[in-house]
């Protein structure tokens, strides 16, 4: 690794810099697994700062490694898919908590939220318990569009909710009049067997969100 970051055509933009740095990455991708399979049986050596680290592997002794290395082509992996793995109530969402993990990956911010089931208050000041199912939230969140998928329910939110607004209203296409669907712009999709396969909401673009365009003036 210490050759490969120290080359000359490091220096300079070209496909042999190019190449020597996914190679770079890939050796750092090792070192990152043999790093998990080292027994630190070579012992520990102390830095200056005063910390200890592994004479083999170079971790240091009593923290966990908060880099993730990913590779610069084809697709990113960070994890596996987990959902719940138990049927306890958990005393509180700490100890239920699987994973819980944000990425903002090139403007865009996904969230990740697995937890098994856990008891909690329905309100602040309340003594009440509740306790709250076991779940598996994922979260996609872009440009003020919120799309968020669990076990029940997969929701698409166009704008969030204000405060000292009235919450809003909710209700099936099938009970909402006429006059009400006309305002809004949404396409549903579905199969010869009559089954739902896709919802499009066709977004209102205002004129100053384009590029290349002037907001007219009024």
Known sequence: MDFVSTHPALRRQGKQADRLAEIYQQLGRLWEFLALQCNHKAGWRKTREGHHVCRACGTVRGTTEGWILLSHNGTKKIGCKLSPNSKKTFRNKREATIVKDTIEFHGAKVHVDVHNSYRSRLFRDST???AVSAERIARLEEDGIECSIDSHIASLKLRKHRRGERPPYGAFI????????????????YDNRGELVQVSILRQVRSEDQPGQKARRS
């Not at 009049?177 to 305002?183: A, F, G, T, V």
């Open 174 to 189: 099938w009970e909402l009049p006429n006059r009400r669907l006309q305002k809004f712009p949404l396409m549903l999709e």
């Open 128 to 130: 009440l318990d509740i």
